[in-house]
T-cell receptor, first 112, second 112 residues
């Protein structure tokens, strides 16, 4: 069966520090991969999506970046965090078009 | 771009009362999906609707897709405190990318 792993679960980082969140998927090949952010009391905001290795589409301009070095690995990064980067970050995957999305457990990031 | 609106944003009900949330799109959809996100958790897939006018039931939950495939509703009968969550719709505007667009969700609080 397919599983999705996302870590860490919680993270407290100072302003200006770098960020690296990792997401891996097991049990499927060539998944569509997504990074979402959910600010407190707000909905899911799509940050990046990827349909294949090295293919990244950015939905919202920001100081974050994403990379997909392997088929089932998706990484969210930042060189210098801002206070506004605080939020709940969720990795997700789905298969062929129109299929349901499976979410990781999420990373609660607090930038202080 | 594709917009999806969910109403209401918040809903407080007493245990045993019914609840309905609506998801509206400005364009015709290929399909619509519903997710449930418990406090502190990640969104979990509930159901997908594909056909015009489709109605699906899961125990006390009834999902409906509009005839024009531009809107959908989720109705909960005799709500229970364990139904407290954010209910989020996601739409697939079409194409082969599988890039779902999520609504902001309706936060339901059921008081015992």
């Amino acid at each position: 069966s397919q599983t999705i792993h996302q870590w860490p679960a919680t993270l407290v980082q100072p302003v200006g520090s770098p960020l690296s969140l990792e997401c891996t998927v097991e049990g499927t090949s060539n998944p569509n991969l997504y990074w979402y952010r959910q600010a407190a009391g707000r909905g899911l905001q799509l940050l990046f999506y990827s349909v294949g290795i090295g293919q990244i589409s950015s939905e919202v301009p920001q100081n974050l970046s994403a990379s997909r070095p392997q088929d089932r690995q998706f990484i969210l990064s930042s060189k210098k965090l801002l206070l506004s980067d605080s939020g709940f970050y969720l990795c997700a995957w789905n298969g062929l078009a129109n299929t349901e999305a499976f979410f990781g457990q999420g990373t609660r990031l607090t930038v202080v | 771009g594709q917009q999806v609106m969910q109403i209401p944003q918040y809903q407080h009900v007493q245990e045993g009362e019914d609840f309905t949330t609506y998801c509206n799109s400005s364009t015709t959809l290929s399909n619509i999906q519903w997710y449930k996100q418990r406090p502190g958790g990640h969104p979990v897939f509930l159901i997908q609707l594909v056909k015009s006018g489709e109605v699906k039931k899961q125990k006390r939950l009834t999902f409906q897709f509009g005839e024009a495939k531009k809107n959908s509703s989720l109705h909960i009968t005799a709500s229970h405190p364990r139904d407290s969550a954010v209910y989020i719709c996601a739409v697939d505007p079409g194409g082969s990318q599988g890039n779902l667009i999520f609504g902001k969700g309706t936060k339901l609080s059921v008081k015992p």
